[in-house]
């Protein structure tokens, strides 16, 4: 999967109403408080919801993923995080201007998703 941000200066728009109605998707992108330290916030791909077979999501959980699988922390280390510690849904990334644009899942490597 090609990376969606580089962590040198892109910025993003983010909304919390997806949150707080349930409309979140695997592929969706999220900020989110880290559930190792809570003062960090993190953006990450959800991957899977509660239900979902990634690997078992204890209900009221998502499992979120980094773009970079070499360098990311992220469930695979800490598991299943909290519905609750998802800040908001990463909508459209605004810098640099040449990569302005919504964050359509169509940017995913995985289109079934």
């Not at 200066?9 to 983010?14: P, T, Y």
């Not at 499992?63 to 800490?78: A, H, K, L, M, T």
């Not at 201007?97 to 919504?102: D, H, L, R, V, W």
Request: hydrophobic share 35%.
């Amino acid at each position: 999967m090609v990376l969606t941000f580089n962590l040198t200066g892109d910025m993003f728009l983010a909304e919390r109403l997806s949150i707080k109605f349930g409309k979140v998707d695997p592929g969706d992108i999220f900020l989110l408080r880290s559930p190792e330290s809570p003062r960090k916030v993190m953006v990450k791909r959800l991957l899977g919801l509660e239900s979902h077979s990634v690997t078992y999501v204890p209900k009221g959980h998502v499992w979120v993923e980094g773009d970079n699988i070499y360098n990311s922390r992220d469930s695979r280390q800490f598991g299943p995080v909290p519905y609750g510690l998802l800040e908001g849904k990463v909508f459209c990334k605004i810098w640099p201007p040449k990569e302005f644009g919504s964050l359509m899942k169509s940017r995913m490597k995985d289109p079934d998703l």
